[in-house]
Structure formats: C-alpha cells, structure tokens
C-alpha cells in the first residue's frame, strides 16, 4: 500500500525562523515521484517540487530546499528565514500507480503559521 | 491566462438537488482529474480521463458522474446531492498519464444545506 504520513499537524514560527516540514512516505514502487503543494488561506493549490525517486539531490529554490532521503523513505521541505506569506498548509504528496496510472496520493497536511 | 479554472467558486444546494461542476484547462494537457478534500483538509482522487477517456475511478458512489467531452475539460455532475457531499472539489490536469505534474484549478466550494 502507499502512504505518505506527514506527522506535524501545525507548526507555529516566528518571522525569520528557519522552520522544516516533514514528509515520511510508503510505496513498493521503484518509480515514483514525490511532491510538494502549497495551499493559502486563499485555498488554491499551489505545486512547488516534483521528484522522481533517481534523483537524490537536494534541492534549493530561494528560500526553499528539499531533502530527499531514499535510506529513510522522507522528502522534507525547510524553508529558511520564514515570512508571514509561507503561511499556509503544505501537503507532501506521492505518485502512485492506479492500474497503471498516475493518481496523487496525499499527506494529510502540515498548517503552517508565521507570526511577525 | 488561468491555466486551470472551475466554475463556480462556490456553490450552495439544498439536499437531493443535481449539480455540476466546470472544468477547463489551457495547458494542452491531456489528462484531467477531480479531487475532493473534505473539512478535514484531507484529498483523494476520484476520477481522472486521459484523452477523454476514464483511467481513475475510486470507489466513489454513482451519483458522481464525470464527463468530458474534449481534452481541454472535465465536468463533474453530481446527483442526489447529500450533506456528506459537502467539501471542496479541485480540479487538475496534467501532461501523460504515467507521471505528470498535476496542476489544480482554485477549487469549487459545495455546501449541501
């Protein structure tokens, strides 16, 4: 079965703070693809990254990086120097194939709130 | 230039009304998907049509009804609305099947009264 946990709830920060989201997944795919949406308070929902499972680099776009992990099955997000706007709920998602399809299968969410 | 967009935004109903959501893409994607999230915040995939056709299909009851009758949408009708239907509808599309990023329209708000 796949599965992607994303075990902190909330987390609350102070404008500036370096803050890391965690993402831990289950698949028995050796294809995959890992994701990161942002969702506003707005409520759209905003891609970030994709990864595919070949690729274990780190990624850094501005004030965001991921770190992929194979060994610990996890695909965290940190995002340095927060601001008020990173408020929002982040989803960590996974790939997995439906009957051979491409289906997004969720994490429950991580709401995230900086305070100024 | 809205790459995915649904209409409408929001929509109040009264129970066991039918109702139907738009989706339009202009991505020249050529594969669709609805998703619900609940009040929970939780998201599942319901359907997905690849070049009009249905690929996805997630045990969801068959008073949800997909159509799309080209590439560049997906409309969803929804029978018999009930109060458990009450949640946000996402529509997205990406390119291929297999693999694609899939981007996601702003989401159509349903409240069933």
């Known amino acids: 079965a796949q599965k992607v946990t994303q075990a902190q709830t909330e987390i609350s920060v102070v404008e500036k703070e370096d803050v890391t989201l965690d993402c831990v997944y289950e698949?028995?795919?050796?294809?995959?693809?890992l994701f990161w949406y942002k969702q506003p308070p707005s409520g759209e929902l905003v891609f970030l990254i994709r990864r595919n499972s070949f690729d274990e680099q780190n990624e850094i776009s501005g004030r965001y990086s991921w770190n992929f992990q194979k060994s610990t099955s996890s695909f965290n997000f940190t995002i340095t120097a927060s601001q008020v706007v990173d408020s929002a709920v982040y989803f960590c998602?996974?790939?997995?194939?439906?009957?051979?399809?491409?289906?997004?299968?969720f994490g429950a969410g991580t709401r995230l709130a900086v305070h100024p | 230039d809205t790459a995915v967009s649904q209409t409408p935004k929001y929509l109040v109903t009264q129970m066991g009304n039918d109702k139907s959501i738009k989706c339009e893409q202009n991505?020249?994607?050529?594969?669709m998907y609805w998703y619900k999230q609940d009040s929970k915040k939780f998201l599942k995939i319901m359907f997905s049509y690849n070049n009009k056709e249905l690929i996805i299909n997630e045990t969801v009851p068959n008073r949800f009804s997909p159509k799309s009758p080209d590439k560049a949408h997906l409309n969803l009708h929804i029978n018999s609305l009930e109060l458990g239907d009450s949640a946000v509808y996402f529509c997205?599309?990406?390119?291929?099947?297999?693999?694609?990023?899939?981007?996601f329209g702003p989401g159509t708000r349903l409240t069933v009264l």
């Open positions: 998602a996974l790939s997995g194939l439906s009957g051979g399809y491409n289906k997004l299968i």
């Open positions: 698949t028995r795919d050796t294809t995959y693809y």
């Open positions: 997205a599309s990406s390119q291929g099947a297999q693999a694609g990023t899939q981007y």
């Open positions: 991505l020249g994607h050529d594969t």
